[in-house]
């Protein structure tokens, strides 16, 4: 779970009278972060598709489930800037364009 959705859900537990739609939203979040199906996900998640500093996943992360054989899970990717507009490192050069949504197909190696 992120920091903010950790502070966020602190912070509802902390209202001193909390409406009940409050109350029945904090009620399902701990449930989903208790669900057992959730950990087994986040396992099989970690075992067939984490990469460190590529692919990673929080022990709070969110499982969205649907009818499918397969579930949503929240993850970080990390996003490299190297050649882009975004690039941080001040030696890159000026003319590096960056890459578009159209100049690329999702999983491709740049």
Not at 93 to 106: D, F, G, I, N, Q
Request: hydrophobic content about 40%; proline content about 4%.
């Amino acid at each position: 779970m992120s920091r903010y959705f950790q502070d966020l859900l602190t912070a509802a537990k902390a209202v001193k009278k909390p409406s009940a739609e409050l109350r029945k939203a904090i009620e399902a979040v701990e449930n989903h972060l208790d669900d057992p199906r959730r950990l087994q996900i986040l396992a099989l998640a970690r075992a067939t598709l984490a990469r460190e500093g590529e692919l990673e996943f929080d022990d709070g992360a969110i499982v969205s489930e649907g009818n499918d054989n397969g579930a949503y899970l929240q993850g970080w990717a990390w996003v490299d800037f190297g050649g882009t507009t975004l690039d941080k490192d001040q030696s890159a050069s000026a003319s590096s364009a960056p890459l578009s949504v159209r100049e690329t197909e999702p999983n491709q190696q740049i």
